[in-house]
């Protein structure tokens, strides 16, 4: 049952690079903006170790810190940063209904819609039944339990590359499943993982399976050429093959393409509906950078409080 309904100006929904820039410039601004975290607070850079390309930090910052020193610039200047999922939202009508965790009702003139994107999985049956037994989408998070021992992981662009550097760090050998002959991922990206002498890199391979009834002990993979299995022996399955959009919620009134990502107006973060922007990564499936995300947000927080500035001279 609804409980508690909220009037703001600014809703903000998401907590990554994205959604803290839009706070900044919405409280700056004197917007008073409210922000919900979702349920991965800081976001996607919140599972990943150092971010060398942000401008500013000369030196590389760890994610989680860096989405820390985010969250305290927005507050600082009077974000209400709080913990939730929007759980439904009614956009036809102003002002704009957001329900979260199911229980809290808020009506806002403006939302800015910066729900990010979410790993994607492989589908196996195997893979859902030994999710946290030894498969895992963040190797950042998950890689120090294999430690010494030998894992596996799924994919070819920057992350499964990125991801395999980081696990061939602490893994006595690293087996990388790539479904092509040639890989997705930048140049510099990919010479990284072939001048490792602890990644092994399987091309033109798929996972079959994988094997183990508690935990991971394995996972059969057939090369899609010569149909020639092989079972690896591995602790750890490691999958990191893209992302889907975080947009669910709001698929009834707001125009996405065929993945889920935000359609909106070229030049803006506008959305097909008045009063809803959207940015970083809900919008985005080609640059996808911490700092595209923190563009993006600038631009949606500016959109609303022009928005705002309108409604009010009328
Ligand atoms: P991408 O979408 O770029 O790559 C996904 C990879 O997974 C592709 O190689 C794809 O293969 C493979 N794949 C997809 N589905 C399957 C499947 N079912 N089975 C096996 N393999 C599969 O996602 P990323 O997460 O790697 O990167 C997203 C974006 O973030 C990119 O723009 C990237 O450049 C950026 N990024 C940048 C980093 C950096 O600069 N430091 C670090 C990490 C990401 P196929 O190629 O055959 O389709």
């Not at 917007?31 to 919140?46: A, I, W």
């Not at 030998?150 to 550097?165: F, L």
């Amino acid at each position: 049952m609804n409980q508690d309904i909220e009037r703001v100006k600014v809703l903000i929904v998401g907590s990554g690079p994205a959604g803290y820039t839009a706070a900044i410039y919405a409280s700056r601004a004197g917007l008073n903006p409210v922000l919900y975290t979702g349920g991965q607070p800081g976001g996607q850079l919140t599972i990943t170790t150092d971010v060398e390309n942000y401008p500013g930090y000369p030196d590389g910052i760890m994610g989680p810190e860096m989405m820390e020193d985010f969250r305290k610039q927005a507050e600082r200047f009077g974000t209400k940063v709080r913990y939730g999922m929007v759980t439904a939202v009614d956009f036809s009508k102003t002002p704009h209904v957001v329900t979260v965790d199911d229980q809290v009702t808020v009506h806002a003139d403006t939302v800015i819609i910066s729900t990010g994107a979410s790993a994607k999985w492989l589908g196996l049956d195997s893979e859902t039944r030994l999710n946290g037994k030894g498969v895992s989408a963040c190797a950042v998070c998950d890689g120090f339990f294999f430690r010494g021992q030998d894992v596996a992981i799924v994919g070819a662009g920057d992350t499964a590359c990125e991801e395999a550097s980081y696990l061939a760090n602490i893994c006595s050998k690293v087996y990388m499943i790539v479904r092509r002959d040639e890989m997705r991922a930048s140049q510099i990206m990919q010479n990284r993982v072939m001048n490792n002498p602890k990644i092994e890199i399987l091309w033109n391979t798929e996972t079959e399976d994988i094997l183990g009834d508690d935990e991971v002990t394995g996972a059969r993979v057939i090369n899609n050429v010569t149909k020639e299995k092989r079972d690896l022996k591995i602790s750890g399955f490691f999958v990191a093959i893209g992302h889907q959009p975080n947009t669910e919620v709001f698929k009834d009134y707001i125009h996405m393409d065929e993945s889920g990502y935000i359609k909106t107006i070229p030049g803006s973060t506008k959305t097909n509906v008045e009063g809803v922007f959207a940015c970083g990564d809900a919008q985005d499936h080609i640059y996808r950078q911490a700092v595209t995300a923190a563009g993006t947000g600038c631009m949606a927080a500016l959109d609303a409080e022009r928005y705002l500035a309108a409604l009010e001279n009328h």
